[in-house]
């Protein structure tokens, strides 16, 4: 009889018994997702300081460079000589010409794309416009670029090189969304030219 009574109650042992092995395989798949989520969490963590870290390298070396290139260019500014073109009695952008294909030569050499340039001359904002107008001619070229790191960095290298006076004023560079290795660069400088005696 015990057996009998111990028949019936078979299939909710092993029901009980399924249901507590089900119990710890899916607590133990719970507490391993668990842990596997605090991994993710933890390098996702050390990742975005390891980025944050990376940004105040980039700012502090950025800065660097421009207050480098700031003094270069003031450097440079003070022993350069001014361009002057061979004729006499021309206007402002037949003076400057010669200056600008220099650049042009420069940007194609390497393998710079120029976008759209506008150019300002004479602006009345110049130092030297206002002190001597008649003396030096100057013109201000906004210009759009794309070029890879390489290409934009030797093109800065020559233009500091460059034989005659002139000021770089701004440089504002963004990376391609699509492409980070293509720049997109907003370039504004200034040219000048001395009236030949």
Known sequence: MDNEKLKQFIV????VVVALIAAV????????NVQDIMGYRNDIEAKEQLLKEKKNQLEKFMKEEADEAKKAAEDAAKSKPFYKPAATGMNTEAIIQGEFTEILELIRVNKIKVRTIKYEYDPQDDAFVKGAGGKYKAARLHMEMIATYTNYNNFLKELYKHEHFLDIQSVEVVPYRKNKQILLINFKIKLYSQEAN
């Open 12 to 15: 909710p042992i092993l029901i």
């Open 25 to 32: 395989y899916l607590s133990m798949q719970v507490v391993q």
